[in-house]
């Protein structure tokens, strides 16, 4: 079980990490439903919904963090970006 004080408090990027966490268990079956999801990741269950349709629609493009300014390109291809979340999100957490 992930313990989140709040996904809230996470960087944008472990945001992101962990809506797609939170879909690959709903898409291997790890987890049953919306709520066992929420509750094994400590999240809401709207969250969950919101974050599965996203992914339903749009791909892991639909989970990919959009608030803040538009800034530079990014310092790492999308391609060097989408192996690293891949890693990030087979990595377990650690709350130290």
Known sequence: ?????GAHRLSPAEQEVL???VVTALESGRVEDYRQ???V??????????WWCAYRH???DGLATRRGRPGPAGLISPEDR???FAAMA???RRNC
């Not at 990741?41 to 919101?50: A, E, K, L, N, Q």
């Open 1 to 5: 079980m992930v313990e989140l004080e």
């Open 19 to 21: 809506r797609l966490r």
């Open 37 to 39: 999801a929420a509750e």
């Open 41 to 50: 990741f400590g999240v809401s269950v709207r969250s969950v919904g919101i």
């Open 58 to 60: 749009d791909g892991r």
């Open 82 to 84: 989408g192996t690293l």
């Open 90 to 92: 087979d990595y377990p």
